[in-house]
């Protein structure tokens, strides 16, 4: 079974603070995501990556970055964050190819005071 | 691009009713199309996928080329059913509808 790991299930963060979310994958996953999760709105793609150093823009990457430097790691970081960044943010990989889905970790509750 | 649309963001039912949540998609190719569900305290997790025709937990989900939909089913609705459902659509690059909490009372 996959299993996608993400560090930290709560963080509490100031705003303007450097803040990095780590996810990781034990399944050789070509492909990882990272979303955000607000009521009403879903999830909002912002970031994802196909391959090692590659990287793509979502729907929402103002104000996000990401760093895959190793397959079976993909790391959000948030240059400088504000409070309207206060998010659950999900990480989620999937093998790749036509009609894979995704297999998601358990979340990051992020709090920006 | 494509685009899940789920018009409904409540549900609310009683146990034992008949439960369908609403899926819409907009796609230029072929659909690909997933329900996911999420139940309270625990991660998110695939449900069903349009390809693979099959029933889980009571659920069933056809795809709908010509109303374009992938609405999901359930004949008789149980209080475990109580969840958040999301549609998603696309290994490319998956897109989300909204979601719908559903709420089945006892």
């Known amino acids: 079974d996959v299993k996608v790991t993400q560090s930290s299930r709560y963080l509490v963060k100031r705003t303007g603070e450097k803040v990095f979310l780590e996810c990781v994958q034990d399944?050789?996953?070509?492909?990882m995501f990272w979303y955000r999760q607000d009521p009403g709105l879903g999830l909002r793609l912002i970031y994802f990556s196909y391959d090692v150093k590659m990287k793509e823009k979502g729907d929402i990457p103002e104000g996000y970055s990401v760093s895959r430097e190793k397959k079976e790691r993909f790391s959000l970081i948030l240059e400088s964050a504000s409070t309207n960044q206060t998010s659950m943010y999900l990480c989620a990989s999937s093998l790749g190819g036509n009609n894979s889905p995704l297999h998601f970790g358990n979340g990051t509750r992020l709090t920006v005071t | 691009a494509q685009r899940v649309t789920q018009p409904e963001k409540l549900l609310s039912v009683f146990k034992g009713a008949p439960v369908e949540l609403k899926c819409n998609y907009s796609y230029s190719g072929s659909p690909e199309l997933f329900w996911y569900v999420q139940y309270s305290r625990q991660r998110l997790q695939l449900l069903l996928r349009h390809i693979s025709r099959e029933s889980i937990k009571g659920f069933t989900a056809d795809l709908n080329k010509g109303e374009t939909s992938f609405h999901l089913k359930k004949p008789f609705a149980q209080e475990e059913d109580s969840a958040m459902y999301y549609c998603?659509?696309?290994?490319?690059?998956?897109?989300f509808g909204r979601g719908t909490s559903l709420i089945v009372h006892p």
């Open positions: 998603g659509g696309g290994s490319y690059i998956p897109t």
């Open positions: 399944m050789d996953h070509e492909n």
